[in-house]
């Protein structure tokens, strides 16, 4: 069984209109929170930038949550804009359906695929893991790990999965000898 891994090499940008220009384009930058509190209640909130004109926009992470329902350790993490929490939220669907805005993987994210080469005993078979939730076509992926053009890769897979539906879970297939 060949490993092949999904993982980000950077944060996602956001598909979300700019209220002050044409841009649909946001970035998370360096991942800041901020955090406001009001008597017992918190509001926490990520803050985004528009790539084009700069203009940042507040995400809802919590609105009006009692203090004492949040970890502490969370609370610390958003108040040190700690990277890793920073993620977490940004990749989570939840904050994408309450914020309306849908991540863009373009450029983000890589394919590792081991040094084996695939000239050995056939069949072989592929298990392709995700570390990150990145929206993949997974007829366009295993082409592209291969190295076939899509149609050579069609004939030469065996796969259970809907190549043609986008996916961010794992799935496995055969690739048959070639011709
Ligand atoms: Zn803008």
């Not at 092949?4 to 649909?24: F, H, K």
């Not at 990520?46 to 502490?72: F, I, M, N």
């Not at 080469?117 to 995700?130: C, K, T």
């Not at 076509?137 to 065996?158: M, V, Y």
Request: hydrophobic share 40%; charged share 25%.
């Amino acid at each position: 069984m060949l490993p092949w891994v999904v993982r980000r090499t950077r944060l996602p940008l956001l598909s979300v209109r700019c209220v002050g220009c044409p841009s649909e384009s946001a970035t998370t930058g360096e991942g800041r929170f901020r955090v406001n509190a009001n008597g017992k209640l918190l509001d926490v909130w990520l803050l985004v930038r528009c790539v084009s004109c700069d203009r940042t926009s507040k995400l809802t992470v919590h609105e009006r949550v009692p203090v004492r329902s949040l970890d502490p350790a969370e609370l610390h993490g958003y108040r040190v804009n700690d990277p890793e929490l920073v993620a977490a939220r940004l990749l989570d669907p939840l904050l994408a359906r309450r914020n309306r805005f849908t991540l863009d993987w373009t450029g983000a994210w890589r394919l590792d695929t081991p040094a084996a080469r695939l000239d050995g005993a056939w069949p072989v078979q592929v298990e392709v893991v995700f570390e990150d939730p990145v929206p993949v076509r997974p007829d366009r992926l295993i082409a592209q790990g291969l190295g076939l053009s899509r149609n050579e890769a069609l004939r030469r897979i065996k796969c259970d999965t809907p190549l043609r539906r986008t996916t961010s879970s794992g799935f496995a297939f055969v690739v048959m000898a070639g011709d």
